[in-house]
């Protein structure tokens, strides 16, 4: 019945809806180092949909977002079921920048090895004496290239401002700091350090900017419990940084196909999405074995 997707991306599939809409339905598929891992995770399509829907939600003051609706009564029949599972969202169809809008408050990941090595992040001169995990004095704009295949790489403003016009660039900038302040500070509320994340834009039909995606979810952010961070290490994480440690640990040489997860991996890290869910949002977890009692 389901008709061919638009686009099938690691996580999502993506469907037209006539000429201006989509629906973007979202697997319990995880991905660790840009492969896809050939177990799946119970209920993160849920997640990412409903915390994505939240900060449409909660964020449309600040500029204007591509959700329409997950409710099945709106999905076209194709999607119903879909959509009462709680992963498709029907969305306005946008002309996506190339570029990924990446904000980071803290050092971790790409940002962090690239501070080490050279003191400045996609062009940004950061103070010395910096460690792995510390808060930056001030969030930072460092957008990425859309890689179809392979790795996500980082660029300079400059380079960004070549890719999508200098005018648009200064405005995604504008926007994705915004957008990260007001979610790190709602984070912060719920004991979460939101560290850094990745927002899409496109344009719609009149030209406007317009937030797409998914927004601050575990796949797209880094997550840490705020009473366990110690700067100077690795921190511990709601996202999926559990399965990556895990296939560190393993020695797992990133290269396709990825190994079957063990069942302990799997609950863990469904019960650290849920768990960044049910925070975030105040909703209370649907299935977490560490804290069965509902808040
Ligand atoms: N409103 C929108 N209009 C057009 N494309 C969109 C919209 N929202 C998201 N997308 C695109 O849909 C795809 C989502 O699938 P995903 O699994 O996240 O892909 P990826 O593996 O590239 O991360 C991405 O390519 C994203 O840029
Ligand atoms: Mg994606």
């Not at 991905?31 to 449409?56: C, E, H, N, Q």
């Not at 570029?99 to 950061?126: F, K, M, P």
């Not at 007001?182 to 937030?211: M, N, P, Q, S, Y």
Request: glycine content about 8%.
């Amino acid at each position: 019945m389901t008709a061919e997707p638009l686009l099938r991306g690691k996580v999502r599939e993506v469907f037209a809806v006539g000429e201006d809409r989509l629906v973007l339905v979202t697997s319990d598929r995880i991905s660790a180092y840009d492969v896809i891992m050939p177990t799946p995770i119970p209920g993160k399509g849920r997640v990412l949909t409903a915390l994505s829907a939240y900060w449409f939600r909660t964020l449309a003051d600040v500029v204007p977002h591509h959700m329409i609706s997950t409710d099945p009564e709106d999905m076209p029949e194709a999607f119903r079921a879909e959509a009462r599972e709680g992963r498709a969202m029907l969305v306005r169809r946008l002309a996506m920048f190339e570029i990924e809008c990446v904000v980071r408050g803290y050092l971790a990941g790409s940002g962090w090895r690239e501070y080490r090595d050279t003191g400045a992040v996609c062009g940004h001169a950061l103070p010395p004496g910096l460690r792995e995990g510390d808060r930056l004095p001030t969030p930072i704009f460092t957008p990425a290239t859309k890689a179809t295949s392979g790795h996500d790489e980082n660029i300079t403003r400059e380079r960004a401002a070549q890719i999508v016009g200098a005018d648009a660039v200064a405005d995604l900038e504008r926007l994705s700091i915004e957008l990260y302040r007001r979610g790190h500070d709602r984070c912060a509320e719920v004991g979460i350090i939101l560290a850094d994340t990745k927002f899409e834009f496109g344009r719609d039909a009149t030209g406007g900017i317009v937030l797409g995606d998914e927004v601050m979810t575990p796949d797209s952010s880094r997550f840490w419990p705020a009473d366990e961070w110690v700067p100077g290490r690795p921190q511990p994480s709601f996202d999926k940084q559990f399965v990556r440690d895990w296939l560190d640990q393993r020695g797992w040489d990133h290269s396709p196909p990825g190994p079957e997860l063990p069942a302990e991996v799997v609950a863990g890290t469904r019960d650290r999405y849920n768990e960044a869910h049910a925070r975030i949002t105040g909703a209370t977890p649907a299935t977490d074995s560490r804290n069965p009692q509902p808040r």
